[in-house]
């Protein structure tokens, strides 16, 4: 059974660097063909396609979040993690990992929980 699970601060102060990681299990992160995003919901905004790391390491980001952001993976641990700088209260949100086929990188077949970020200072 494939499982997502979010891990990372719950507040972070304004113009901090938000880092979340998500562990993955039950599949390797480098099996041909998943992908592995970041999307967030904050109130009144909806879903928000973040970014997205594939099983061969390739990197896709939001155009307006690109300049500040990155996602990397821990292939030994079997997890990834996003980095975001310059967070605003702006970036209060559910922040959800979610895993994709490369045949169609924005159709989600699997999620973690979400966990609750709080920009504030």
């Known amino acids: 059974q494939v499982q997502l699970q979010e891990s990372g601060p719950g507040l972070v102060k304004p113009s901090q660097t938000l880092s979340l990681t998500c562990i993955v299990s039950?599949?390797?992160?480098?099996?041909?063909?998943?992908?592995w995003s970041w999307i967030r919901r904050s109130p009144g905004k909806g879903l928000e396609w973040m970014g997205q790391i594939d099983y061969i390491d390739a990197t896709y980001y939001s155009p307006s979040l690109k300049s500040r952001m990155s996602i990397y993976r821990d292939t030994s641990n079997n997890h990834y993690t996003l980095q975001l700088s310059s967070v605003t209260p702006e970036g209060t949100a559910v922040y959800y990992c979610?895993?994709?086929?490369?045949?169609?990188?924005?159709?989600?077949?699997?999620w973690g929980q979400g966990t609750q970020v709080t920009v504030s200072s």
């Open positions: 979610a895993r994709s086929h490369s045949n169609d990188r924005y159709l989600y077949d699997t």
């Open positions: 039950g599949v390797s992160i480098t099996t041909n063909p998943y992908c």
